[in-house]
């Protein structure tokens, strides 16, 4: 079975540049986090999706973030413009119902220069 | 809301030896316990999971209790191996919502 996808892997780019990351949720799963890892925050819920709704979006930090979810299969994470402070680890995760585990993605790496 | 905390934030046991990771939660609702083992440059794998039904789940090294009465439960790593070693989570769900509080995780370390 295919996991959770995401995309790119690794992306660098330098401040107030436009970022977009991609995922691709495991087919079914009718839920979607995004998350961001750093090391001083840990791991830390930006926004989840039930049905392609956003369900939950306390945990953008500022306008600078957007997330859209157009179909079951895909969403993006969009940061404009960019800043140093981004740089962490974005994880997608999909989720199939209650009682059931999230399933993450290997993440994208961003660095903000 | 749910608050979630784990401990120790590091542990280094010898290979073979026995490791043990504890979480408590604050939500009596939280009826869903899963347990993420994170290793370098991958996302979250979960490991294990348990159910408010039941007190202990065991998968082969791996173990899962919890006390829902003192709301707290522990992961334990049985004969340890030097690929164990890894980041592990533990989380507990949010009652109403499908968002899962995450402890700040465990790094094992397990020296060959």
């Known amino acids: 079975d295919a996991g959770v996808i995401q995309s790119p892997r690794h992306e660098v780019t330098e401040m107030g540049q436009e970022v977009t990351l991609r995922c691709k949720p495991i087919s079914g799963h009718n839920s979607l986090f995004w998350y961001r890892q750093t090391m001083m925050r840990g791991l830390e819920l930006l926004i989840y999706?039930?049905?392609?709704?956003?369900?939950?979006d306390s945990g953008m930090p500022e306008d600078r973030f957007s997330a859209k979810m157009p179909n079951a299969s895909f969403s993006t994470l969009k940061i404009q413009p960019s800043e140093p402070r981004d740089s962490a680890v974005y994880f997608c995760?999909?989720?199939?119902?209650?009682?059931?585990?999230?399933?993450f993605g290997d993440g994208t790496r961003l660095s903000i220069l | 809301g749910e608050n979630v905390e784990q401990h120790p934030s590091t542990l280094s046991v010898q290979e073979g030896d026995s490791a043990v990771i504890k979480c408590t939660y604050s939500d009596s609702a939280s009826n869903y316990f899963p347990w993420y083992k994170q290793e370098l440059g991958k996302g979250p794998q979960l490991i294990i999971d348990i159910r408010s039904n039941v007190g202990e789940k065991k998968d082969q090294r791996i173990a899962v209790t919890l006390n829902k009465t003192a709301k707290h439960f522990s992961l334990h790593i049985t004969e340890t191996q030097p690929e164990d070693s890894a980041v592990y989570f533990c989380a507990a769900p949010t009652s109403g919502t499908y968002k899962y509080i995450f402890g700040t995780g465990t790094r094992l370390k397990v020296l060959a």
């Open positions: 995760a999909s989720f199939g119902g209650g009682g059931q585990p999230q399933h």
């Open positions: 999706f039930n049905n392609n709704v956003p369900i939950d």
